[in-house]
Structure formats: structure tokens, C-alpha cells
């Protein structure tokens, strides 16, 4: 059992690695697996070339790597040369890059919505597209998406729209990749705790805690460590399907 979670001479790109944010919980529990990592960063090189060197040893190695995930010319080539740099090939691709702006939707602009629908679920079919194309051998691709692509919230009508479509996009992706043995999945988590959250979202915090039957905030550890599993060998059957990570408040 041990060995089907070890992850040792595979190569794993995580996205969206910001400071504070999923990414680094994510990528740490691939790198503790033993796979090798690349960062992808949009704006946060110092931090993520600090993580890349943290998370670095002699038995595994991560490298930060610089790209707009919404521009199709920039996600082809940092694929391309994390493929040449890293691989050759490409095992494992979390699309966890995203954004989740509190806004409420009579005040949203055009711009607002395109923003969030973009960076949401136009970078992760790009992404998902130009990692299929380095995985030669299969692999597995994890969309992070949130329990707020299944339930709705209020002033979140982009982002919950946006992770209904990334839920969507993965089983389309599932089916259509099948045939070449890459599995496409989802994690949807609940509300993750970083710092800062409860003084930037007191309310939100508070509506959280009342309602979680698990008596606490979700940890990035607990998105990475599910999405090591399906990662591995013990989830190779499988395929097109979601895994809420919330402690239990969607049983509710």
C-alpha cells in the first residue's frame, strides 16, 4: 500500500503557486511523495523559487517557473520546457490556479465576470490540453475545483460559475482522454484556512465554523494529500469523478 502513494521519478506541475495560497500545500505533498515539482507562478517568483529550493533534496527536486496560465502562447511554452528541463514527459498536473473575489453580482462589471471565468476556466483547459500533449505514457490530472461549483453562495455568482464549468470541463476531459490512460479528476474543497483569512473574511470564517460538523477550517494539506491519491496508483480506476474535501459540510 505504502508503495502505490510513492511518487519517486515522476514529475508533477502544480499551478498557481502564490504566497498563502493552495498551491504550496498541494506541491509539498507531491514533493513529500517523492515526485519532482514544478511551480508554476503568475506574479510570485521570489516565493515560489523560495518554495522550489525549500522543497528541493537529494531524492526529489522542485524549480519555479514564470507564466500567465491565460495566455495560450505562454502556457505552450512553459510546457514545453518543463517538458525538456524537468521530464522528458510529464506524469501528474494540478490546475489549482484561480481566484475568488467577494463581489456582489449587481455590482459585477463585465470585466469583473470575464476576469474570474478566465483565469478559473480558460487557464485550466489550457493548461489540461498542453499537459496532455507531454503525457506519453498517461498520467492523471486533478482540477481543483470548490463545493461552490455544486452549491451556490452569494456574492461569489463568477466563481461559483467558474467551478461548475472546471466540474464539467474534467469530466469531458476524462472521457475524451481515457483511451490514452490519463485520468482527469476533481477536488473540491471547502473553506481553506490561511492566514489573515479570519480578519480579511470574519463573516465568511464565522458561517463556516457554525456549519462544519468537522469543527474546523480545511488545511492546504488536506487538498494535497487527496490529490497524491489520485495521483497514484491506488485510484487508477478512477476517472471523471469529484472529491469534496470540506469536513462534511456538503453532507449537510
Avoid at 27 to 33: L, P, V
Avoid at 195 to 220: K, Y
Amino acid at each position: 500500500m505504502a508503495l502505490s502513494l510513492d511518487l519517486t521519478n515522476t514529475l508533477a506541475v502544480v499551478t498557481g503557486i502564490s504566497e498563502g495560497g493552495l498551491g504550496a500545500g498541494i506541491a509539498a505533498r507531491f514533493s513529500a511523495a517523492g515526485a519532482n515539482v514544478a511551480l508554476l507562478y503568475r506574479s510570485a517568483q521570489d516565493y515560489a523559487e523560495a518554495l522550489a529550493a525549500e522543497l528541493s533534496s537529494p531524492e526529489s527536486t522542485a524549480r519555479a517557473f514564470g507564466c500567465d496560465l491565460t495566455s495560450e502562447i505562454e502556457v505552450a511554452a512553459v510546457f514545453s520546457r518543463i517538458n525538456e528541463e524537468m521530464g522528458p514527459g510529464i506524469d501528474h498536473l494540478v490546475n489549482n490556479a484561480g481566484v475568488q473575489p467577494v463581489q456582489a453580482l449587481a455590482e459585477m462589471t463585465l470585466t469583473d465576470w470575464q476576469s474570474v471565468i478566465t483565469t478559473n476556466t480558460t487557464a485550466t483547459f489550457l493548461c489540461t490540453r498542453e499537459a496532455a500533449r507531454h503525457m506519453e505514457g498517461g498520467g492523471s490530472i486533478v482540477h481543483i475545483a470548490s463545493i461552490e461549483g455544486h452549491a451556490a453562495a452569494p456574492d461569489h455568482a463568477h466563481y461559483c460559475a467558474s467551478k461548475a464549468a472546471v466540474l464539467m470541463h474534467a469530466r469531458s476531459a476524462a472521457i475524451e482522454y481515457a483511451d490514452r490512460r490519463i485520468r482527469v479528476n476533481t477536488v473540491s474543497p471547502g473553506l481553506i484556512d490561511r492566514d489573515g483569512l479570519d480578519q480579511a473574511w470574519p463573516e465568511g470564517v464565522a458561517r463556516w465554523m457554525a456549519a462544519a460538523p468537522a469543527g474546523r477550517l480545511g488545511t492546504s494539506s488536506d487538498v494535497g494529500n487527496v490529490c497524491v491519491l489520485l495521483a497514484s496508483p491506488l485510484a487508477a480506476f478512477v476517472n471523471g469523478e469529484d472529491v469534496k474535501v470540506d469536513g462534511g459540510v456538503s453532507a449537510l
